[in-house]
């Protein structure tokens, strides 16, 4: 914008100085043209004089040696029937016609300059003498060259001046929308503690003053939103403590103490989220995990209930560190709403398949594929609440939305297995600044090849147990709703 607002000005100060520096260098040429003539007109003037008092060739000479010009051999005197007093340059037909207008004098151009011709009668009455003074073209241009210079000077000096005082107002200008944007760019990078100063023009410190509330707008609103999501997840320790005190009063066995495992590790989930809730989002940390490692564990959680399901689950891709620009949160929930649709959408007993990709880019993809009916249409079913199983619709949504957040995409098409093939593509970081950066700085090794489901180890966070404890809190109340038919 600088640039051009100076640029603006060079082009507006050069018209205008074109404008005038042209005619001006033509009328100096002019006017040093018009001095050089009235010169001659003058020197001419003086011989008049001279000849009005004689008439003899001899005494005209010694006369004409007063005059500048004859000093400098460009005076000539014609007098009818002799030849010319002093040197000649003009040609005979401008003599003869000059003779003829009596009255009049006239200027023609000859080689090296050009000659004034001017008439006067002698003192006899009849006869005519022509007074030829020529002028040097030097003399038509003395003094043009540095008036010229001066005037190009002049004009290149108003031109750069303008474009300097331009580019010091556009400086102000410039800065204070650099300064706009650097802001901008920053809060939408998620610093939301960034604010404008507001400085420039009225138009620019304005919008500086909206930016500003905007952001506080903005800022407040995500707080909103987070209370709102801590007020939520406490509304769920009243069943939770329900769930519990029902857990505790189960005879002892094996099923209850996972039942009463599955209910902690649900109470401490819910404390997380409400503390991960209520922290401002300044003070979350950085936005990447390991997918392979997140992927690795998730399938892991997954595992009691395919289990029971009797479903085949293959997993490949994990035995490599893959960080991607997403964080773990929001990464956990993609694969549980990918995995859980297989499981909601798909029968007991249908096999899946689960990869991690490196492609170029580069892009990292997480591939979820099931041996079921498919999607039948994909392009509504990433459209928020478009669902056709009875849900909410906003898993698919969910995940749209977090992967191009974090610069990727989703696909959906037919997997070779039979089934839906849903491929999330998120932008993949430096391993090396992810070793950096990463809890303990290396993941633990796995092996890179396809494997069943019985060969994944237990990660660290291990819900197993839950799965469990559903099936199990199932087949307590089967048990109990079969035991009260067979009774008389």
């Not at 074109?18 to 001006?24: D, E, G, K, N, Y």
């Not at 040696?65 to 460009?74: G, I």
């Not at 000659?115 to 007074?131: H, N």
Request: net charge neutral; with cysteine.
């Amino acid at each position: 914008m600088r640039r051009a607002l100076a640029l603006v000005a060079l082009a507006t100060t050069s018209m205008v100085s074109l404008a005038f520096v042209v005619p001006l260098l033509l009328v100096v040429h002019q006017i040093a043209r018009d001095r050089a003539i009235t010169d001659a007109q003058r020197q001419a003037d003086s011989v008049v004089t001279l000849l009005a008092g004689t008439n003899v060739a001899q005494s005209i000479e010694d006369a004409l040696a007063t005059v500048p010009a004859w000093k400098q051999d460009s005076l000539a005197v014609h007098l009818p029937g002799q030849a010319a007093i002093g040197t000649t340059r003009a040609k005979p037909a401008d003599i003869r016609l000059v003779r003829s207008r009596v009255d009049e004098s006239i200027t023609a151009d000859v080689d090296g300059g050009v000659v004034y011709l001017r008439p006067t009668t002698l003192s006899s009455g009849d006869d005519v003498a022509v007074i030829e003074v020529f002028v040097p073209s030097e003399a038509l241009s003395r003094g043009v060259t540095g008036a010229s210079v001066a005037l190009i000077l002049v004009a290149l000096g108003l031109v750069v001046g303008s474009v300097v005082v331009a580019d010091r107002l556009a400086a102000k200008v410039v800065g204070a929308t650099r300064n706009l944007a650097a802001v901008a760019r920053a809060f939408g990078d998620g610093n939301l503690e960034a604010r404008v100063e507001p400085s420039g023009p009225r138009e620019l410190s304005d919008a500086g003053v909206s930016f500003n509330q905007m952001a506080d707008r903005v800022v407040a609103t995500l707080d909103a939103e987070r209370e709102l999501a801590a007020d939520l997840s406490h509304r769920l320790r009243t069943p939770l403590t329900a769930l519990r005190l029902d857990a505790e009063a189960l005879d002892d066995g094996v099923d209850a103490a996972r039942i009463r495992e599955a209910v902690a590790t649900l109470e401490r989930e819910v404390d997380v989220i409400i503390q991960t809730a209520r922290r401002p989002l300044s003070e979350r940390g950085p936005e990447w995990c390991d997918l392979a490692e997140v992927v690795a564990d998730r399938v892991d959680f997954w595992g009691a209930l395919a289990e029971d399901e009797h479903r085949d689950c293959r997993l490949s891709g994990v035995g490599r560190r893959v960080p991607v620009g997403v964080s773990r949160t929001e990464l956990v929930s993609i694969v549980d709403v990918l995995l859980g649709n297989v499981f909601r959408h798909t029968a007991p007993g249908v096999a899946f398949a689960v990869s991690v990709l490196m492609l170029r880019g580069p892009v990292a993809a997480l591939v979820i594929e099931d041996a079921g009916t498919g999607i039948r249409h994909p392009r509504m079913a990433v459209r928020r609440g478009n669902s056709g199983g009875g849900s909410t619709g906003l898993g698919l949504d969910i995940v749209r939305r977090v992967a191009e957040a974090a610069g990727g995409s989703i696909r959906i098409d037919t997997s070779p297995m039979g089934g839906a093939r849903i491929r999330v593509d998120l932008a993949m970081l430096d391993p090396a600044v992810f070793g950096h950066l990463g809890r303990g700085g290396v993941m633990p090794n796995r092996e890179d090849a396809d494997r069943s489901w019985p060969d994944v180890p237990r990660g660290a966070g291990d819900y197993r147990p839950l799965h469990r404890a559903v099936g199990a809190l199932r087949a307590m109340r089967k048990t109990r709703v079969n035991s009260r038919s067979e009774r008389p």
